[in-house]
Nanobody
Framework: QVELNESGGGLVQAGDSLRLSCATSVRTFSPYNYATAWFRQAPGKVVGKEREFVGAISGTTGRTNYADSMKGRFTISRDNAKNMMYLQIDDLKPEDTAVYYC????????????????WGQGTQVTVSS
């Protein structure tokens, strides 16, 4: 069982930086044995459009994997000792406006956006131009 809680969202200006946090509570297995990821969902989503994968990080190695469109401005990090994961977003753009979710899955396959069983409630990021 994993519980996730995001924080750090808000209203920012284009060009700003923001760091989102995800507090994880793991009850049944070691934090080193699960991968965590960030997804986002923009407003006005069409029916059937899924949350967009931002990137993921391995609990064991700390290795990261990002969606191609997210490379460069997004940085994921993790502190297993504190059960925390972070998403640093630099040079924010209005199109980054979305609800950002953290997610977790058992194992360390960070190359697939599928299989995430545990989700937080999301934190809203709004970027004004």
């Amino acid at each position: 069982q994993v519980e996730l809680n995001e924080s750090g969202g808000g209203l920012v200006q284009a060009g700003d930086s923001l760091r989102l946090s995800c507090a994880t509570s793991v009850r049944t297995f070691s934090p080193y044995n699960y991968a965590t990821a960030w997804f986002r969902q923009a407003p006005g989503k069409v029916v059937g459009k899924e949350r967009e994968f931002v990137g993921a990080i391995s609990g064991t190695t700390g290795r990261t994997n990002y969606a191609d469109s997210m490379k460069g401005r997004f940085t994921i990090s993790r502190d297993n000792a504190k059960n925390m994961m972070y998403l640093q977003i630099d040079d924010l753009k209005p199109e980054d406006t979305a609800v950002y979710y953290c997610a977790a899955k058992y194992g360390n396959d960070i190359n697939s956006a599928a299989g995430y069983d545990y989700w937080g409630q999301g934190t809203q990021v709004t970027v004004s131009s």
